[in-house]
T-cell receptor, first 114, second 111 residues
Framework: NAGVMQNPRHLVRRRGQEARLRCSPMKGHSHVYWYRQLPEEGLKFMVYLQKENIIDESGMPKERFSAEFPKEGPSILRIQQVVRGDSAAYFC????????????FGPGTRLTVL | DAKTTQPPSMDCAEGRAANLPCNHSTISGNEYVYWYRQIHSQGPQYIIHGLKNNETNEMASLIITEDRKSSTLILPHATLRDTAVYYCIVRVGSNTGKLIFGQGTTLQVKP
């Protein structure tokens, strides 16, 4: 059973471009979470999704950021008009249907904004 | 979710037990204690969790005090590969499954 997959592993964008980060959860997992880790800082929750539904987006910046988890395909974290402050490691995690379960994290996507 | 307090750093000799403490004095009755670790630049890794009974798995043991205000993660035979930041997280397993990470404890295992 493959783990959580994230791609790309490294992404370089210029200011003003769009960044699209993909996360494929573990097989059988229907809950997806996105976290961000800024340089030299801790992990911060961004958004929690189930298939076709956003459950908790309390950690998402109000502008430029969006997330989806469609019925088919990976979860996507989209950042429009990136700025240098968006440079960070973005981690995706997944869990089975019961939210008491542990979360399994992917290797992360390192976004660098030039 | 309850706030947790952990020492910022600890050292441990290779092969010895590493005991990582965590205070969560405001924990509620329906909140679980979770431990995760993050080895440099990698995604966090789940270690163990518990409600009020002590727990053990292949990675570690979790000791929770009777009043549940504190807990200790025990790595019985630490290796160099256990060098990481260890996070103690308290949360309710409700319909919002987010984890709130604090600063954690940086464990340095030394040869």
């Amino acid at each position: 059973n493959a783990g959580v997959m994230q791609n790309p592993r490294h992404l370089v964008r210029r200011r003003g471009q769009e960044a699209r980060l993909r996360c494929s959860p573990m097989k059988g997992h229907s809950h997806v979470y996105w976290y961000r880790q800024l340089p030299e800082e801790g992990l911060k929750f961004m958004v929690y999704l189930q298939k076709e539904n956003i459950i908790d987006e309390s950690g998402m910046p109000k502008e430029r950021f969006s997330a989806e988890f469609p019925k088919e395909g990976p979860s996507i974290l989209r950042i429009q008009q990136v700025v240098r402050g968006d440079s960070a490691a973005y981690f995706c995690a997944s869990s089975p249907h019961d939210s008491y379960n542990e979360q399994f994290f992917g290797p992360g996507t390192r976004l660098t904004v030039l | 979710d309850a706030k947790t307090t952990q020492p910022p750093s600890m050292d441990c000799a290779e092969g010895r037990a590493a005991n990582l403490p965590c205070n969560h004095s405001t924990i509620s009755g329906n909140e679980y204690v979770y431990w995760y670790r993050q080895i440099h630049s990698q995604g966090p890794q789940y270690i163990i969790h518990g409600l009020k009974n002590n727990e053990t798995n292949e990675m570690a043991s979790l000791i929770i005090t009777e009043d549940r205000k504190s807990s200790t993660l025990i790595l019985p035979h630490a290796t160099l590969r256990d060098t990481a930041v260890y996070y103690c997280i308290v949360r309710v397993g409700s319909n919002t499954g987010k984890l709130i990470f604090g600063q954690g404890t940086t464990l340095q295992v030394k040869p």
